[in-house]
């Protein structure tokens, strides 16, 4: 039977995910689509300290690739860390970019069901919710907060702009021109700007901080916006 194109569209990125070819180039990627990547990285890893011990437990829900363990594994070197990620190229990734942080970070496959219990101190969803229909996305955020401690701070950030036309095409179209004039392969930020356009599961940033509320969380603040890109500190 022949797919939608909105499950075509998330499926681009999922397959992307899962073949170890595009994987291999993955970390030039997310910089070059969303602007201050690195930045929101340093700025999670800020935010967490704020409130998480010097020896937390982080849990980082997305964790494929490694990126922003890395850079958290720097930031902080009595932290541990436990990576969910359901794409196995995705954590073998993560592995190589994490050699020299081997011994603090586990790397768990699957989605949040497979996360341990915690309590976590922390945790933290990059580049991720966008991939998760509203109901899911909902569900996810609920069983992170389940594994935190009370208090404890998530910090999460995706594609969350304006849905309603004619500001949904015009954010789209600035999303793909960030993409170029970041040195991005022109066929790819078409495709990229196809899938995203096609996909179903964006929402606006009023519906994911509701999404955030909806699954428990009490206090949320809305630390980082560029573009089609958003980012929110919550706690319980
Ligand atoms: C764009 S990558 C982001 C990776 C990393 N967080 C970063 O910022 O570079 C999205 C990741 O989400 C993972 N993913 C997809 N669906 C997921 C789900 N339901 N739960 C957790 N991770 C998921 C993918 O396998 C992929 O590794």
Redesign the pocket.
């Known amino acids: 039977m022949r797919k939608s194109p909105v499950a075509d569209a998330n499926q681009t990125?999922?397959d992307m995910?899962?073949d170890p070819e595009r994987v291999a180039a993955?970390?030039k990627?997310?910089p070059r689509y969303m602007p201050g990547?690195e930045a929101v990285?340093r700025m999670a890893g800020v935010l967490l300290a704020e409130q998480a011990p010097a020896n937390a437990h982080v849990l980082?829900?997305?964790?494929?690739?490694?990126?922003?363990l890395k850079v958290l594994a720097e930031m902080q070197p009595a932290w541990r860390f436990t990576g969910?990620?359901?794409?196995g190229a995705?954590?073998d990734l993560a592995r190589a970019t994490l050699e020299n942080h081997a011994e603090r970070v586990e790397l768990v496959e699957?989605?949040?069901d497979a996360a341990p219990a915690g309590p976590f101190d922390a945790a933290?969803?990059?580049?991720?919710l966008h991939?998760?229909p509203r109901m899911?996305r909902v569900r996810?955020l609920a069983e992170m907060r389940r594994r935190l401690r009370p208090g404890a701070p998530l910090v999460v950030a995706h594609a969350s702009f304006p849905q309603d036309e004619p500001a949904r095409s015009r954010w789209l179209a600035r999303y793909a021109a960030y993409a170029l004039a970041s040195g991005a392969d022109p066929t790819e930020v078409e495709q990229a700007h196809t899938a995203v356009a096609n996909s179903l599961t964006l929402l606006t940033p009023e519906d994911d901080e509701a999404c955030l509320h909806e699954a428990g969380f009490g206090t949320i603040e809305r630390f980082y916006a560029a573009f089609t890109w958003r980012g929110w500190v919550a706690r319980t």
């Open positions: 990125f999922l995910f899962a993955y970390a990627g997310p990547y990285q980082v829900l997305g964790a494929g690739g490694g990126l922003e969910v990620d359901p794409a995705m954590l699957g989605t949040i933290t969803c990059l580049l991720t991939f998760l899911e996810t």
